[in-house]
């Protein structure tokens, strides 16, 4: 509250960061509290890692709490949850059920999701970035393949256009010899 109402914006994108990181614990008995400004703030939180599911329900619970909430402005606070991160059972099963979206926002969100299975995000058409590593094989590329090496210790780093649902990650590694490989998978949301 304070930060937002005093224009303390690097500080506020503290505050922003820890309640992002802590939603859960931050907003689950509090979020029905905060100011209008406050609420909008959060939803406008452009690194937001949260489930969107959890912002949601904080957001369902936050308008029911207030009892002059102009539906102007409702309308603007729903339209910055961003149903195609939400699981296609809670699409059907709990945001339908509410009545806040419309059946076409719902539909748009499970078309996209849909549109994006099976699809290499790792492309350069799909606006991904390498940043650290190199395309695999000599004369491969990766706006083609998608597939990267680096040197043994080096790190092989991959910008996505966009915050992405993974299903599936391959390591293709060498076979039939005795070498043992490790790795390690990190995602970060910047």
């Known amino acids: 509250e304070f930060c937002v109402g005093n224009n303390f914006e690097e500080l506020g994108n503290v505050v922003l960061r820890f309640v992002d990181l802590h939603f859960g614990n931050v907003c689950s008995e509090d979020f029905s509290q905060l100011s209008e400004t406050s609420v909008f703030a959060i939803l406008k939180y ?13 957001l369902i619970g936050w308008i029911g709490s207030q009892a002059t909430l102009d539906s102007d402005t409702k309308e603007k606070m729903l339209s910055l949850v961003d149903l195609v991160l939400i699981s296609r059972v809670d699409l059907l ?32 058409k799909n606006g991904a970035k390498l940043i650290a590593g190199k395309p695999a094989g000599c004369n491969s590329n990766i706006t083609v393949s998608g597939k990267l090496t680096n040197k043994l210790g080096q790190r092989v780093t991959m910008e996505l256009s966009k915050e992405y649902l993974i299903n599936k990650i391959e390591f293709l590694l060498w076979d039939l010899d005795d070498r043992s490989y490790s790795y390690t998978l990190e995602c970060s949301l910047d």
């Open 93 to 124: 099963k709990v945001v339908r059920k509410t009545s806040l979206f419309d059946d076409q926002a719902i539909f748009d969100a499970l078309e996209e999701q849909v549109d994006s299975e099976d699809v290499n995000v790792a492309l350069a």
């Open 46 to 58: 452009e690194k937001r890692s949260c489930l969107e599911k959890d912002v949601l329900d904080a």
